[in-house]
């Protein structure tokens, strides 16, 4: 009987790994690309949050690959959304104004042509401190985009 249930957490965790490296919080996932952006509009939605902007980095770096002079796909496909939290922002600024440079908050989500079955979405770390408090909101939305909240 044990073997269903450790079956099962295995699936799991190959269906959505999380890395922390060089200043990035990311998370993989079978998911399509489009059901990961869905889930991270709703997401940011959720927290009562506003998109600010969405660049779509992907499709700005595949159009002038030629013009720079480079053959390179960098990404199938790669969006950026930048939203901010009122309240906490006005929080962290309050407890020092010059974190104004974190803000707004981005959260991206790419699929890599190296490994075009998954996705992953991420974000940067923050520093100690109270800048701490976006960095979980940040990934309590990455985790809620994926089902993982």
Known sequence: MRALPLTLAAACLAATQAFA???IISYTTEQSFEDVVFGLENAILDEGLVIDHVSHTGDMLERTKGDVG????LFEKADIYSFCSAKLSREVMEANPMNVVFCPYDIFVIVSPDTPDETM???RTFPEGDMK?????????????????
Do not use: H, N, P, W
Not at 70 to 73: D, E, R
Not at 133 to 149: H, N, W
């Open 121 to 123: 979405i991420g974000f």
């Open 70 to 73: 480079s053959g390179v796909t």
């Open 133 to 149: 408090k976006i960095e979980s909101l940040l990934d309590r939305i990455a985790r809620s985009a994926i089902g993982e909240d």
């Open 21 to 23: 490296t060089d200043g």
